[in-house]
């Protein structure tokens, strides 16, 4: 039952592939799909089921809905519902494909979610990869966005490399990769385990040095950047670390590798976020600064705050997406410079506000919560981890707020040519509610909930951390006021070229580029002219060796093998070895009968080839009576003679291959 | 019953050659009725197989042929052969139904197909170690036809270094068939009976020898990097039909024979000097796949992906021999493994160059950067090369995966740094393949293949079962693997 998960998304893809002639059954098709997808999510969440699926050869896969699973299967499909939504009313070219590949990325996560041992994390995990390469290059008749969703899928799949040797360590060492044996490894596999996690992750959920492949991933639709930002592929990274580090004891050094990580691309992730002037890549940067927060509460212990965090997220992220997408249709453009929507498109202004006041971390939103209780982790382990926390949320305050002004605020044109559809503006009030509903996180008694549903703890803040928080906002609001009094905010008064730099990942695509990428290729392009010089040169040995060889054999075997030398067909030898039991009677009929299946061949392929074969078949033809002859002389009754004849024969075949043509 | 198979097509090619008179349509429908035998021969042997015969072979036929020389005509099958067998049959149904350039000459190019056929049916099922060798080279004589007469470009050379180059390699693996038949006591041919015996246990000179000839000699086949160098010109030359099966059946000759022969008649040997040669592996690993990149020629391309993938076989079947007795679990992961392997690449790659054959019929050229947005004008075609190629890159729920894993697996358990360098073979082949459906597929479509033809019925027929049976393996692979295991565990179980 539990492949229900897999199953249905699956199926109803396939459907809506099967109706793609009618377009009117797309909208209603993609929403029933992911509500019955929720419905057996929430289902699974409920009743925790597991599943086995025999492999073969000692191996099974196996789902197993515990932890956090329990959480994402509901959440998956609950933010992937109102994105086909969105999908369905706004795309037009290719839309099956799109609504179906949606279904199977959502499939996919799901399997990943449910995975009870890593070789079925890594098939769901892997696939889910695979589907975004396909919906990041959703326009593929353009020439460059198919370059760029390969870019994507390769930057994650350098990363996946950690998983297939986490997963292929635990399963050639322990026999199994279940969960629960991971905390039974010692020495080395432990560290490759825990490393291969950590890398894959890192790579999945854009943490540095990763971080780029999401501008790449930006070539697809709104849609699937909603998606792949909130709770399917980027949050997979998260997700499995969430589950493994702590049962990794074994490799003590993973928690906190996870945690210095996350913390460096939580600021590094706000710069840049700050600093763009492209909307979607703004809310790109912000993703990989939002995981790498939710990294540092797995690092620092806290899987709850850390499950909590990745639901808010998601709830917020995938809303802010779908305004961006708004803003695009309606405006044409995503250059912060020219947006200003908030007179033309104000239910869209509204909601996009909800989500960037959650993104700020402003009370009392519910991703606030999840912010305060990633702090309070990060201050239980260390104060430098605490001060990361509090920088990036200054920074995702800054830039929540310049984002908010600049596509949304007031000052741009009265009214839009092209108003949202309904099913649009159904899909933001759904995400803007939940955005708002997740204020139940301040109520009393709701870490407790937090914490038996996301599995772990959460752990208690300091009594300086809120109002440093608080604080923070507050100054984070200043700041975006005063820029916004100077004209600067767009430019935020810096040199065009240092913007730029630091857009652009603060340059980290052209070292990749410089130090992976161009020496890769180079390599192998060196490698295949190497490889080239070497076929010439083994071309050249295998023509001259054998010929110089048997020139030299059969001067030495003159006497004895001379005719054998020319007789060089498969059954000729045979007949020669054969003819050792026979006697003179059965020998000349066997040779007979050999050499008349050869004058056979040779002459159906004197048709078959005029130039060369032809010639050589000949020769063998009339080489065989020669061999008849002399084979009879041949049967001194010593095995070893025969051996040489056999090998003479076939450097004889060389020869004559080599000379006939 | 598998003499039949071996020799029904034989009596084809025979037929056909002596027919009179026959057009290319009744030749190619004689061709497939016969080509179908074996195949269901095939089936028929699965379903009679039952695997519960502690690693032993069944359904064994044999006939004494020269019994003073220890030489019989001696067949069956076993776990790693079987599976091997029927993806020959199939590949071999599929090669011929494909459309094909016969150049006039349609009886004798059904004619080497089927000797082609019976040739490497016959290496599979041969429990003689003579008569595998026989075998062995009469394969070469109908891929050499094959090559030089149906080609196309440089044909001829071509043929000559696939010949010369392997002929010389099966000189190698003959002399030391001799080595291990003259220490055999009492002297025979006999697979199971070499297995019996072990004959040159213990080691020393002999053995090593024994064992450095072996490898040469299969190791030219399989090809190994750098007794690689005859493979890309003789796919990018022969008839698309002819690559299916020289990537498809012939390399897995040469593995084959390390499991048959090497692994299983002299194991200690092997164990001791299995650290190089999963070395020399994951050289072809990740130099395969790095000249992959650098190709473009969608057939070199295709090419030396099998370089790459063949390293992953003989990874593991290295790292097997290595840890037979001290880690049987991992030798057991990457011997299942490297056998499915075998199998999945005959599908994928078949399926590929088949595919090859399709863009060069339509283009005539099979140059990447002259094409493009063909997936508008050909999505059969392009869902077609797709699925090959995520298969071959190692996409999960395709059958390429379960093998890699599984050899992966075993290999980090034996030889945990040569695995992890090996690994990186993945990334490249991913990019690889990324980059062809990018030029080939998407992005604009050129002018001049606006009427680009998606594939016929005749193509789609051929490809079908392959591409299903990939997808088939990959999601359940258990029908599989549970023929491969009874074979290999008593294998390493030793």
């Known amino acids: 039952m539990a492949w229900l998960l897999l199953l249905v998304p699956l199926a109803g893809g396939s459907a809506l592939l099967a109706v793609r002639a009618r377009p009117g059954a797309l909208l209603p098709g993609s929403v029933a799909t992911m509500a019955a997808t929720l419905a057996v999510g929430i289902w699974a969440a409920a009743a925790q089921p597991s599943a086995t699926w025999r492999w073969g050869g000692g191996l099974t896969l196996g789902l197993d809905v515990e932890g956090l699973a329990r959480v994402m299967v509901v959440l998956v499909p609950a933010v992937a519902l109102p994105v086909v939504a969105y999908a369905a009313a706004t795309v037009s070219d290719g839309l099956a494909r799109l609504l179906a590949l949606l279904s199977a990325f959502v499939g996919a996560m799901l399997l990943l979610v449910a995975a009870g041992d890593l070789v079925t994390l890594l098939v769901g995990w892997e696939l ?217 498109l104000p239910f869209a202004a509204a909601t996009f506000a909800a989500g960037a006041l959650a993104l700020a971390g402003v009370p009392p939103l519910g991703a606030a919560r999840s912010k305060e209780d990633i702090l309070a982790a990060a201050g239980h382990a260390s104060p430098w981890l605490a001060a990361a926390v509090v920088v990036a949320g200054f920074l995702s305050a800054v830039y929540a707020g310049r984002l908010a002004l600049l596509a949304f605020g007031p000052g741009g044109p009265a009214a839009a040519h092209r108003p949202p559809a309904p099913a649009v503006r159904a899909a933001l009030a759904a995400l803007g509610a939940a955005t708002v509903a997740s204020a139940v996180l301040w109520l009393p008694g709701a870490g407790r909930v937090v914490e038996g549903a996301a599995g772990g703890r959460l752990f208690d803040a300091a009594a300086w951390e809120l109002p440093a928080s608080l604080a923070t906002v507050a100054l984070a609001a200043l700041v975006v006021v005063g820029l916004a009094r100077g004209g600067r905010l767009p430019s935020l008064g810096l040199p065009p070229g240092v913007q730029a730099g630091l857009a652009a990942w603060l340059g980290l695509p052209v070292a990749a580029r410089r130090l992976v990428v161009d020496p890769v290729l180079a390599v192998s392009r060196r490698l295949a002219s190497f490889d080239d010089r070497v076929v010439d040169a083994g071309v050249r040995l295998a023509g001259r060796v054998p010929v110089a060889a048997s020139r030299a054999l059969s001067w030495w075997s003159e006497r004895s093998i001379d005719g054998v030398v020319h007789a060089v067909s498969g059954g000729t030898l045979l007949a020669a070895v054969a003819s050792r039991q026979a006697d003179e009677r059965g020998v000349d009929r066997v040779v007979h009968a050999v050499s008349g299946a050869t004058l056979l061949a040779a002459v159906a392929s004197r048709q078959a080839d005029e130039r060369g074969i032809d010639r050589a078949v000949e020769d063998l033809a009339r080489g065989t009576g020669a061999a008849g002859r002399s084979s009879r002389r041949l049967q001194s009754g010593l095995a070893h003679q025969y051996y040489v004849i056999v090998a003479a024969g076939l450097v004889a075949t060389v020869a004559v291959a080599a000379l006939g043509r | 019953m598998l003499s039949t198979a071996i020799f029904v097509p034989l ?72 599976p091997l067998a029927a993806m020959t049959a199939l590949l071999f149904v599929a090669a011929m139904a494909y459309p094909a350039e016969v150049q006039g000459r349609p009886r004798q190019y059904y004619a080497a197909f089927l000797l082609l056929e019976s040739a490497s049916l016959g290496v599979f099922l041969a429990l003689d170690l003579f008569l595998f060798y026989v075998f062995f080279d009469v394969s070469l004589v109908g891929m050499y036809f094959l090559i030089a007469v149906w080609g196309h470009g440089d044909s001829q050379r071509s043929a000559l270094k696939f010949f010369l180059y392997t002929l010389a390699g099966s ?48 190791g030219v086949k399989t090809p190994i990097v750098p007794f690689h160098t005859w493979l890309p010109p003789a796919h990018v030359d022969a008839p698309a039909p002819a690559s299916a099966i020289l990537a498809g059946v012939l390399l897995k000759m040469g593995t084959y024979g390390f499991i048959r022969i090497v692994l299983s008649m002299m194991p200690d040997t092997f164990a001791r000097y299995a650290l190089p040669l999963a070395v020399v592996a994951v050289v072809s690993i990740v130099y395969g796949a790095l000249v992959a990149l650098a190709q473009t020629n969608l057939k070199r391309l295709v090419a030396y992906t099998s370089v790459n993938h063949m390293g992953y076989v003989i990874l593991g079947v290295a790292a097997a021999a290595a840890a037979s007795s001290s880690d049987p679990d991992a030798a057991r992961l990457a011997i299942n493994g490297a056998t499915l392997e075998m199998v999945a690449h005959g599908l994928i790659t078949g399926a590929l160059f088949l595919l090859a054959g399709s863009v060069w019929s339509r283009a005539g050229t099979y140059e990447l950067d002259r094409f493009g947005g063909l997936a508008g004008r050909a999505p059969a075609m392009t869902g077609a090369v797709m699925v090959t190629a995520f298969a071959s890159l190692g996409l999960p729920g395709l059958a390429g995966f379960v093998a890699e894993f599984q050899v992966f697996a075993g290999a980090f358990a034996i030889y945990p740094v040569l695995a992890g360098i090996g690994l990186l073979g993945i990334v490249v082949t991913a990019a690889l393949f990324l980059r062809m459906l990018q030029q080939v597929f998407l992005g604009p479509l050129p002018e001049r293949w606006a009427a680009w033809p998606d594939l016929s019925r005749r193509e789609v027929a051929a490809l079908a079962p392959l591409v299903v049976l990939v997808v088939a393996i990959g999601v359940a692979p258990a029908w599989v693997l549970d023929v491969i295991d009874a074979a290999t565990r008593p294998l390493v179980g030793r």
């Not at chain 2, 055999?184 to 020393?204: C, H, K, N, V, Y």
């Open chain 2, 171 to 218: 000189l190698a693996m003959l002399l030391a068939i001799l080595g291990l038949y003259l220490a055999s006591e009492p002297r025979t041919f006999d697979m199971a009976a070499l297995i019996d015996q072990q004959p040159l246990r213990g080691g020393g000179l002999r053995a090593g020898l024994v064992f450095l000839a072996f490898t040469v000699g299969l």
């Open chain 1, 128 to 344: 889910v990869g695979a589907c975004s390469w396909a919906l990041i290059a959703h326009d593929w008749r353009d020439p460059e966005r198919p370059r760029l969703a390969g870019q994507a899928l390769l930057t994650t799949r350098t990363g996946d490399l950690g998983l297939v040797a986490a997963a292929a360590v635990a399963v050639g060492v322990a026999g199994t990769a279940d969960y629960e044996t991971l905390a039974s490894l010692r020495g080395w596999p432990a560290q490759v385990v825990a490393g291969g996690l950590v890398l894959a992750a890192a790579a999945k959920s854009a943490q540095l040095p990763f971080s780029p492949w999401l501008f790449s991933a930006m070539a697809g639709p709104t849609p699937v950047s909603a998606l792949l930002h909130s709770a399917t592929m980027v949050a997979a990274g998260a997700y499995v670390l969430d589950r493994t580090v702590p049962l990794l004891p074994g490799a003590s050094w993973m928690a906190a590798a996870v945690a210095v990580l996350g913390a460096a691309t939580a600021v590094a992730g706000g710069v840049v976020a700050s600093v763009q002037t492209d909307l979607k890549r703004a809310l790109a940067a912000s993703t990989s600064a939002q995981y790498g927060l939710i990294l540092v509460a797995v690092g620092a212990g806290s899987t709850a705050a850390a499950g909590a965090h990745l639901v808010t997220h998601a709830t917020f992220k995938a809303l802010l997406f779908l305004g961006a997408g708004v803003a695009l249709h309606a405006a044409g453009t995503l250059d912060l410079a020219s947006l200003r929507l908030g007179r033309a």
């Open chain 2, 11 to 82: 009596l084809g090619a025979l037929a056909l050659l002596l027919a009179p008179r026959l057009d290319e349509r009744s030749a190619r429908r004689l061709a497939l009725a016969v080509a179908a035998v074996p195949l269901a021969l095939m089936v028929v042997a699965w379903l009679a197989f039952d695997g519960d015969g502690g690693g032993g072979f069944e359904l064994v036929e044999s006939v004494r042929w020269i019994p003073t020389l220890g030489v019989g005509y001696k067949v069956g099958v076993d776990g790693v052969s079987l």
